[in-house]
């Protein structure tokens, strides 16, 4: 089935005159473990061609996403509004990084660790904002409020809709730090997933803009934690 969606420059927000005007340029900035060639194309760190696992915005029924977020909202428990808040309210990483210095104190490690660490992580995040917004421009996806004029939790992001990056950010997120803290694998998951979710508590995304968006970042934590197995990254700290 293909569907038509709406574009996220062709439609404005609600009470505005003109669709918004975005900043695209992050698609252009380099990657540390991410390479790109020449159009759409991609290589890993082993500079073999990367077949992104996300869904295209036309295989989407967006009228069902639609709905799903307008039966969130109107039906929002005070719990999910504050677990909108609390992501939606600064950058996701400023949620995570307390996370990772908590696990690095709980396990004791060595500030040299710690520094390793934090820079696989951030070098992590680093390519996968790039990306996101590459496709985010790419296929141009409108917000939910485009279609409706809902209620939201927090502002509308001035960027176009799919992926979600909360979800993406997450969904590398959790491949990443499980691979230093196995053992917090599982709670690691869930909080992860709770931050994804949130965007559609929130009113801001589709739920899809979550789901492909969790994948989507988790095939990247993957990508990269299979060049840190292959360099000995872990063992060598």
């Known amino acids: 089935m293909v569907t038509q969606y709406r574009k996220w420059s062709e439609y404005p927000y609600p009470g505005e005159q003109n669709p918004p005007k975005g900043h695209p340029e992050a698609g252009s900035w380099p990657m540390f473990f991410i390479r790109r060639g020449t159009g759409n194309l991609f290589f ?13 915005p036309q295989d989407i029924d967006w009228a069902s996403e639609l709905q799903n977020v ?5 039906t929002l428990t005070p719990q999910l509004r504050n677990l909108a808040l609390y ?5 996701t990483t400023q949620r995570i990084n307390p996370i990772i210095y908590n696990l690095i104190k709980k396990y004791d490690l060595s500030s040299p660790y710690a520094a390793r660490i934090l820079g696989c992580f951030h070098a992590a995040i680093n390519d996968v904002f790039i990306l996101t917004w590459i496709i985010k421009y790419g296929w141009d996806v409108a917000r939910p409020c485009q279609y409706e004029n809902l209620p939201t939790v927090v502002p ?10 909360h979800a993406t950010v997450a969904g ?3 491949v990443i730090l ?17 931050s994804a979710a949130s965007r559609l508590y929130a009113g801001v995304h589709f739920n899809i803009d979550n789901v492909e968006g969790l994948s989507l970042g988790r095939q990247i934590g993957e990508i990269i934690i299979n060049f840190l197995k292959h360099q000995n990254i872990k063992d060598t700290l």
């Not at 890993?44 to 295209?56: L, N, Q």
């Not at 992501?87 to 950058?91: F, M, R, S, Y």
């Not at 499980?178 to 709770?194: A, I």
């Open 44 to 56: 890993d760190p082993f500079h073999t061609p990367i077949e992104w696992k996300i869904r295209p």
């Open 70 to 74: 307008i039966q969130t909202v109107n």
């Open 87 to 91: 992501w939606g309210t600064v950058e």
């Open 156 to 165: 509308t992001p001035r960027f176009p809709a799919y992926p979600s990056a």
């Open 172 to 174: 590398c997120a959790e």
């Open 178 to 194: 499980s691979y230093f803290f196995p053992q917090e694998s599982p709670g690691l998951k869930t909080v992860m997933e709770g």
